[in-house]
């Protein structure tokens, strides 16, 4: 009976990943507003009206992907900060750590840049106030690293490197053979570390 009960769960847990998976890839693709329930559950498997088993509605779908990867950023950035002692190797890990985000998370980055201002008001306030703690995570390790400098000047840098390694999901996608990705996590860390120092 347990073991029945935890394989329903369990499918359920998948079902609702396969969900925000998918609807993540089709709002980057056609905008929050050109996407319909049925579509999502068309590319799921599912009827629409099925979907109303996990979200209550459309918006409801788009605050569960932007706030669970806010959610994710923090927990991860503080992770990483957490198994490095010296701050720059701690900078060099939330680098790397972003990086990572941005090349898995491409459809994410291009949701949250288009369609923020459709969540919400509850969901777009999570969303910064999880924001506003990841650029914490950052203005910390920053402030141990350049400690002369003021606490606007590196809110200014962090906020630029998101930018740049935002802005991947973007410009990669232009690209007419798409490097590998090893070679854009490079090119991004270096260029993001490089922001950083300048």
């Known amino acids: 009976m347990t073991s029945g009960v935890s394989e329903r769960g369990r499918a359920k847990a998948?079902?609702?990943?396969a969900i925000l998976?998918?609807?993540?890839?089709?709002?980057?693709?056609?905008?929050?507003?050109?996407?319909?329930?049925?579509?999502?559950?068309?590319?799921?498997?599912?009827?629409?009206?099925?979907?109303?088993?996990?979200?209550?509605?459309?918006?409801?779908?788009l605050g569960a992907i932007l706030v669970r990867v806010s959610e994710r950023l923090l927990s991860g950035g503080r992770a990483v900060v957490g198994e490095h002692?010296?701050?720059?190797?701690?900078?060099?890990?939330?680098?790397a750590f972003h990086v990572e985000f941005a090349l898995r998370d491409a459809d994410v980055i291009r949701v949250q840049d288009r369609d923020?201002?459709?969540?919400?008001?509850?969901?777009?306030?999570t969303v910064r106030r999880l924001q506003r703690?990841?650029?914490?995570?950052?203005?910390g390790i920053l402030s141990a690293v350049h400690p002369a400098r003021a606490n606007d000047d590196l809110r200014?840098?962090?906020?630029?490197?998101?930018?740049?390694?935002?802005?991947?999901?973007?410009?990669v996608r232009a690209l007419r053979s798409r490097p590998a990705?090893?070679?854009?996590?490079?090119?991004?860390?270096a260029m993001a570390l490089a922001a950083l120092e300048a």
């Open 21 to 61: 998976q998918e609807a993540a890839a089709l709002f980057a693709e056609r905008g929050f507003s050109g996407v319909s329930l049925e579509d999502i559950g068309s590319a799921v498997g599912v009827s629409g009206p099925a979907l109303y088993r996990h979200f209550a509605n459309k918006q409801a779908l």
């Open 156 to 171: 200014v840098r962090a906020h630029a490197c998101f930018g740049l390694i935002n802005s991947t999901p973007h410009s």
């Open 85 to 95: 002692e010296r701050p720059a190797q701690q900078l060099r890990a939330l680098v």
């Open 181 to 189: 990705d090893v070679e854009v996590r490079g090119i991004l860390e």
């Open 14 to 17: 998948d079902r609702h990943a």
């Open 116 to 125: 923020l201002g459709s969540l919400s008001d509850e969901d777009r306030h």
């Open 133 to 139: 703690e990841y650029v914490e995570v950052w203005i």
